[in-house]
């Protein structure tokens, strides 16, 4: 068999496996378009039409399905050869696909990448950042790093650090002038800064903490937003009082620009945890790069 139908087979089962050219053009890292012409390419070639499309769905065929339900066990076969191939390598290469919200992504997992990348120069990283819930089997990432209460089940979990401090902020611009916080209920008097998660859609609770006493207020949000880059720079703006975890508002409360408002009432998260399914075959790859997420990057 010709390689063009060889690739153009694997791109059909990308394809279905992601549900769309867009997806599937992004796992694959080509262009949808030339997605499309491999497609139009193997359907002439095999005299029959695979994937049943318009502007909305994408579907098999019958005869498609037919043929991924042939396809499917010689790619995983293939898969599970190139594993056994990356086992038997003396130096590990090949990709890793890491599914990350923000502040893990930039706080947990760039800084243990540079000498990683040093000591591993054969395996490359490809970092997602996406803060609501995704399924890591069905997107194909090797590995997804959430906090401990959010991941999913029949997981194989690796904590990567401390909990995680959250803190109220606001900007001294806006603070000026405003009535004094003491407590939680002191924000009806306020603006709030709210954030949504993107899966589920549903705005953040704010949590306190006293005392050994915790509880939630729901929040009028006079702003929201599911992107947290843009909740904290709302807040810098003077907008209003924003949740945060901590580090991401670090620099800024350093630097004055951010105040810490109801100090002592905010909670904390548990650790995040880098996790991958229990029944992945791990290659020698997706080993050292666990062991590497596993290291405290102070001690490199």
Not at 6 to 27: C, M, Q, Y
Not at 101 to 120: E, K, M, S
Not at 124 to 141: M, P
């Amino acid at each position: 068999m010709d390689r063009d139908r060889w690739s153009g087979l694997a791109i059909f089962a990308e394809i279905v496996d992601a549900g769309s050219f867009a997806r599937a053009a992004e796992r694959l890292g080509l262009s949808a378009s030339a997605l499309s012409h491999a497609m139009r390419s193997l359907e002439t070639k095999l005299g029959v039409r695979l994937l049943d499309r318009t502007t909305r769905s994408l579907a098999p065929t019958l005869a498609g399905e037919a043929l991924l339900a042939s396809l499917r066990p010689a790619i995983a076969s293939v898969t599970r050869a190139l594993d056994d191939l990356d086992n038997a390598r003396d130096t590990p290469a090949g990709r890793i696909r890491v599914s990350a919200h923000r502040v893990a992504a930039v706080y947990a997992i760039l800084p243990r990448l540079t000498d990683f990348a040093r000591n591993f120069p054969d395996i490359a990283v490809e970092l997602v950042v996406d803060d609501g819930f995704v399924d890591i089997v069905a997107e194909r990432f090797d590995c997804g790093v959430r906090h401990a209460q959010a991941l999913q089940g029949d997981m194989i979990s690796v904590r990567l650090g401390d909990p995680v401090p959250l803190v109220y902020v606001a900007s001294p611009a806006y603070l000026d002038g405003q009535a004094a916080l003491t407590s939680p209920s002191d924000l009806d008097d306020h603006r709030c800064l709210c954030y949504r998660y993107t899966s589920s859609g549903v705005v953040h609770r704010w949590g306190f903490e006293r005392d050994g006493r915790s509880f939630e207020r729901t929040i009028r949000g006079d702003f929201t937003t599911n992107d947290i880059d843009v909740l904290r720079d709302a807040a810098v703006s003077g907008l209003g009082i924003a949740c945060l975890p901590l580090p991401h508002a670090a620099l800024q409360l350093a630097a004055g620009t951010l105040v810490e408002v109801l100090s002592g009432w905010a909670p904390t998260l548990p650790p995040n945890h880098l996790y991958y399914p229990s029944r992945r075959q791990a290659t020698a790859a997706f080993r050292v790069f666990v062991d590497a997420m596993r290291a405290d990057p102070a001690d490199g």
